[in-house]
């Protein structure tokens, strides 16, 4: 099977690197930022999640400014594999094709797989590519879905925008509660499975490839 993963809060717990990049961002930007919630900013691409907070003009210097504090102070490096994502990987890698489908920059996504040692379990990995205007979710799935010839599939992610996506091209999709969304908005895009840890993972693939 193929299996589509989300990066932040489906495998990394990566939300202390992001949060403080975001609060460089917005002292930068003279941005009043005590009134936002900096969760809603995990998930969507960048340019959607800073134009609710500032005008759509500004956007693309907010963008600029946080990737490259992001970049420079290593956030990408303050991050941690939720447990049991490793045993998943290495279980799943076994017998599915393992694929990474993120908003998150291409560049910086292979970094931080490579920092975890995560990598070597990846078939294919599609990170977000600003100069070809490649960011949303569904833009990034179609991109895969057609680079490899794709029929069938599973997805994996914390947010709706992952459900969304997969429902979008027919996939089997899965949510996963641990992350960063919540189990109201997973059931409203009508997730097929609610996993509570991503080892919970291996049997449902298991099951569904008999």
């Not at 990049?21 to 900096?38: G, P, Q, R, V």
């Not at 910086?108 to 205007?133: C, M, P, T, W």
Request: proline fraction near 2%.
């Amino acid at each position: 099977m193929n299996i589509f993963f989300d990066l932040d809060g489906t495998l990394i717990e990566s939300h202390p690197g992001i949060f403080e990049a975001l609060e460089h961002t917005f002292s930068e930007m003279k941005i009043d930022y005590s009134n936002i919630d900096f969760m809603t900013l995990i998930g969507p691409p960048l340019y959607e999640g800073f134009s609710w907070y500032m005008e759509k003009e500004r956007v693309n210097d907010a963008i600029k400014i946080f990737s490259k504090y992001y970049s420079e102070q290593k956030m990408m490096l303050n991050v941690s594999l939720f447990d049991g994502v490793e045993k998943m990987l290495r279980e799943l890698s076994k017998e599915n094709e393992i694929i990474l489908s993120t908003s998150k920059s291409h560049k910086l996504a292979v970094e931080i797989l490579e920092s975890l040692d995560i990598y070597k379990y990846f078939d294919h990995i599609q990170g977000a590519i600003r100069e070809k205007n490649l960011s949303d979710k569904d833009d990034i799935v179609k991109k895969i879905i057609d680079d490899l010839n794709i029929k069938k599939a599973m997805i994996v992610g914390d947010r709706f925008y992952d459900i969304e996506a997969g429902k979008k091209f027919n996939f089997i999709c899965v949510g996963a509660l641990y992350g960063y969304g919540n189990k109201k908005e997973l059931e409203e895009y009508e997730s097929d499975f609610l996993i509570e840890k991503p080892t919970d993972l291996i049997k449902i693939v298991e099951d569904l490839n008999e």
